[in-house]
């Protein structure tokens, strides 16, 4: 089936640490998209990337850290430097020519 | 930069009809998208506009006005399951997904 995957589902780390959250897509999608959700809140952008090797800082990339190098995997890493990285961590793709953007189910990291 | 504003919450019966709005100042507009987000779950895709008008999706409707940077999405036939939080998203040129704050909808017996 295809489908964009992200994981893991929880993610527990300790303050100060670097973690790297995965997001991989088998659709061939071109355009690769990390957003991040508090609670009760709207999704902000935090990085996104249109092609290979590439990718454009978003509104909140302060703190974050991207790379794409293969085409299916678009992996997000919350540096030391983010303040604040609790939160719910959401992956997306979608076609250059397409509209609808598809979501992963997302990674909730909780800091202590 | 891109903004939307949409109101944080709307309150409907089952049955009926909901209207939420959504604002928008951005560069580069290329259209207008709504996400549906159940609670813990990831947005699903509901509508998309790119050109000014009315487009229909089964109960579901979107709206777009260019000229007044403004769009709404209609839900019509209100079913508990429709309880959820709504975003609007605009995509410019350049491929870029920006949303809104979202609208958490609220349907009562």
């Known amino acids: 089936d295809g489908g964009i995957t992200q994981s893991p589902k929880y993610l527990f780390r300790k303050e100060g640490q670097n973690v790297t959250l995965s997001c991989e897509q088998n659709?061939?999608?071109?355009?690769m998209y990390w957003y991040r959700q508090d609670p009760g809140q709207g999704l902000r952008l935090i990085y996104y990337?249109?092609?290979?090797?590439?990718?454009q800082k978003g509104d909140i990339a302060e703190g974050y850290s991207v790379s794409r190098e293969k085409k299916e995997s678009f992996p997000l890493t919350v540096t030391s430097a983010q303040k604040n990285p609790t939160a719910f961590y959401l992956c997306?793709?979608?076609?250059?020519?397409?509209?609808?953007?598809?979501f992963g189910q997302g990674t909730r990291l909780t800091v202590v | 930069g891109q903004s939307l504003e949409q109101p944080s919450e709307v309150t409907a019966v089952e049955g009926a009809i909901v209207q939420i709005n959504c604002t928008y100042q951005t560069s580069g507009f290329y259209g207008l998208s709504w996400y549906q987000q159940h609670d813990g779950g990831a947005p699903t895709f509901l509508s998309y506009n790119a050109l000014d008008g009315l487009e229909e999706t089964g109960r579901f409707s979107s709206f777009l006005s260019r000229s007044d940077s403004y769009g709404y999405l209609l839900l019509q036939e209100l079913q508990m399951k429709d309880s959820a939080s709504y975003f609007c998203a605009v995509m410019d040129a350049g491929n870029m997904l920006t949303f809104g704050g979202g609208t958490r909808l609220m349907v009562k017996p």
């Open positions: 659709l061939n999608h071109d355009a």
């Open positions: 990337s249109q092609i290979v090797n590439d990718f």
């Open positions: 997306a793709s979608r076609t250059s020519t397409a509209t609808e953007a598809f």
